[in-house]
Structure formats: structure tokens, C-alpha cells
């Protein structure tokens, strides 16, 4: 390990340019993965939270967990009957999230 050393620092004291470029080009390496990764990121962010065209139109969203067919089809049967005469149009929802081999994707 003593002569590595010495064999490095002789290289150094020699070459010294030649070392700071080689920890330079490393460290723009680097920094270079890791803002591609941020900006990539972001970009997703910012894709998720953009509305997405199915739901351009809709005024209210109504949203329940363990919300079954049975539950739309008798909300449905009560606005056609008249029960919600300010609402003009019904359509049923499912969303969620599938993980693809090549990442997750929004599925509807």
C-alpha cells in the first residue's frame, strides 16, 4: 500500500493536470446522472398531475373506497328517476396503477 502511495503522488507531483482532469470528468460524471435523474423525475411529477383528457369536462368527482358496481348502478337508477336533476351525465371510473416491465403506467 506504501508504494501505491508513493507511486500515486509521484504521478501527481509529475502530472498534476492530468489528475485533476480524470477527478474533474469524474465528478461531471456524476453530476451530470444525477441532474438527468432529477429532471426526469420531475417530469413524471409533473405529467401525474396534469388533468387527464377523460376528465376535462367533469365538474365533480365523486370517489369511494370498496365502491361496487351494485352502489353505481343504484346511483344511476336514482338519477334517472330524478333525484339529481343538476347532474347531466354519469359515467363510471376505474382507476389505478399497473407495473409494466418497463415501469408503472396509469391504467382507467
Avoid: C
Avoid at 501527481?12 to 444525477?34: K, M, Y
Avoid at 368527482?61 to 333525484?83: H, I, K, P, Q, V
Avoid at 343538476?86 to 396509469?106: N, Q
Amino acid at each position: 500500500m506504501k508504494l501505491l502511495t508513493r507511486s500515486q503522488l509521484r504521478f501527481f507531483s509529475f502530472a498534476p493536470f492530468s489528475t485533476l482532469t480524470v477527478w474533474l470528468g469524474i465528478t461531471l460524471a456524476v453530476a451530470s446522472i444525477v441532474a438527468v435523474h432529477q429532471i426526469s423525475q420531475r417530469v413524471v411529477n409533473s405529467l401525474e398531475a396534469v388533468t387527464p383528457a377523460y376528465l376535462e369536462d367533469v365538474t365533480h368527482l365523486l370517489t369511494r373506497t370498496e365502491l361496487s358496481m351494485g352502489d353505481y348502478f343504484e346511483l344511476r337508477a336514482a338519477w334517472r328517476a330524478g333525484a339529481l336533476p343538476e347532474v347531466r351525465f354519469l359515467s363510471p371510473l376505474v382507476e389505478g396503477r399497473a407495473i409494466a416491465p418497463d415501469g408503472a403506467r396509469r391504467v382507467v
